[in-house]
């Protein structure tokens, strides 16, 4: 290997190692937004070390594309991030859903206190949330905005904190300071933020058991298990579209 090649590879390595920065620094334009929010100042402060440490030991940089993916039986979120070196997501962490409601199936209504099934993406921060921190879903989304009831279908379905719910995913406080940290600052470097909503693992026994005397629900969630199925073996995102009868379309051409 020549000289001049060494010292272009020395160039790159550190160009990219400017691009990396760690989770105790405040970013662009979103992140230096929600900065005068005290909260989300102690929520960098206390889970920077932690954040830096998840992300580096899975040997993947920081801020990163990250997919949020979770089960309602199971009382799982699961948190993934994408690592370029093997062009696919990693599993970072599995937090704890501490309270639910609702029945397995899909949000069809205001007020039926469920947590909606499907695909979905984080759109919004509260930082002043009445359950500390909270992260917005864009329920109801062009596929129940079809299958849910057309003048009332609900919404407000949010990521948080504490432990008590109505629809919505509680992950305690402790939680929602590490993950709140981790979609702002990927949502500030530029990214989507996925999250997929899951009546349980359809692969597991006790998800099996759970479905398969609950009917009404059986063409809806053998349409969005492609989606679990596709992700399951390649750990990698589908591209997804909705067709007019609110059924998922899945480009899985091409792994």
């Known amino acids: 290997m020549t000289k001049q090649i060494l010292i272009l590879l020395s160039i790159l390595f550190v160009i990219r190692l400017a691009e990396c920065r760690s989770a105790s620094r405040w970013g662009g334009e979103l992140s230096q937004k929600y900065k005068r929010y005290p909260r ?7 889970k920077s070390s932690v954040i830096d440490s998840l992300f580096s030991a899975n040997k993947i940089e920081y801020p990163s594309k990250v997919f949020i993916r979770i089960f309602k039986l199971e009382k799982e979120l699961e948190l993934w991030a994408y690592r370029d070196s093997d062009s696919q997501y990693v599993l970072l962490k599995t937090y704890p859903i501490c309270a639910s409601s609702g ?10 206190y469920q947590v909606p ?16 921190l909270s992260m917005k879903i864009d329920y109801p989304n062009a596929s129940d905005r079809v299958l849910s009831d057309k003048k009332h279908p609900g919404g407000d379905i949010f990521i948080h904190g504490s432990c008590v719910t109505i629809g919505c995913i509680p992950i305690t406080d402790e939680f929602i300071k590490e993950l709140f940290v981790i979609v702002l600052d990927s949502k500030d470097a530029g990214y989507n933020v996925p999250v997929h909503i899951f009546p349980c693992r359809f ?6 058991d759970s479905l398969k005397n609950n009917t009404a629900f059986d063409t809806f969630w053998k349409n969005i298990k492609i989606g679990y199925d596709y992700f399951e073996k390649y750990r990698k995102l589908p591209k997804i579209r909705v067709g007019k009868d609110g059924k998922y379309i899945f480009n899985i051409e091409g792994k």
């Open 117 to 132: 099934e499907g695909f979905y993406k984080i759109i919004d921060f509260n930082p002043s949330s009445n359950f500390y």
């Open 40 to 46: 989300v100042r102690t929520a960098r402060k206390e």
């Open 103 to 112: 029945r397995l199936g899909p949000k069809q209504r205001e007020g039926d």
């Open 203 to 208: 692969d597991e026994k006790n998800c099996i």
